[in-house]
């Protein structure tokens, strides 16, 4: 799988797999933004993070609910006795109503997060249905990275000083891009390539 949709309230995440990289689509009511996220800056430490609403919030949006649903009543029934117009108790409670509609969306957000931490960080929605899809994904942009890495760095470059080439390939292997025969074979070949250049 080289694609995976989030779609969210308001937008979506949009992650392909390209050769170099992570493309990252990003579409909310703020905006649009897309990048590319190098390989190189892409880590694979993961962080699972969940957000419920504290029982201390949810219990002063219901008291503040009911207290101002009874100070509407009393408005309303104070209004008609006044003989204002209907506009006035309309426009009350559309307000009261936008008001509470947007504070309870604040506070019942519930998020579930599947972080990869590196030097950019990448954040999946992790809930339930989307967990399997999420880390089938992970697995495929783990695979892709090991790749590229094993791409770019297993060449022999004669324009390199052989030390820090010997380094490269030691890291590949303490990394585990490269098995120990292949680290073996690298290394014949760049004692062969020197002595042949050197000869």
Not at 9 to 24: H, P, S
Not at 99 to 107: F, M, S
């Amino acid at each position: 799988m080289k694609k995976i949709l989030q779609k969210q309230l308001g937008g979506y995440r949009k992650y392909t797999i390209k050769g170099d990289g992570l493309y990252l689509e990003v579409k909310s009511h703020e905006g649009f933004t897309a990048r590319l996220i190098k390989f190189e800056d892409i880590g694979f430490d993961e962080i699972i993070t969940k957000y419920v609403p504290a029982p201390v919030v949810i219990s002063l949006f219901v008291s503040v609910f009911f207290n101002l649903l009874l100070l509407l009543i009393f408005f309303i029934d104070f209004a008609e006795r006044l003989k204002l117009s209907s506009g006035v108790t309309s426009g009350l409670t559309g307000g009261v109503t936008v008001c509470l509609a947007i504070w309870g969306k604040v506070v019942f957000r519930f998020e579930k997060q599947k972080i990869l931490k590196g030097e950019v960080s990448i954040a999946f929605n992790y809930f339930r249905k989307k967990e399997a899809q999420v880390d089938e994904f992970i697995q495929e942009l783990k695979a892709s990275h090991r790749e590229y890495i094993r791409k770019k760095y297993m060449e022999i470059d004669e324009l390199k000083p052989m030390e820090t080439q010997r380094n490269i390939f030691f890291w590949l292997y303490e990394n585990e891009y490269i098995e120990r025969p292949e680290l073996e074979d690298l290394l014949a070949k760049l004692e062969r390539k020197v002595i042949v250049k050197g000869f």
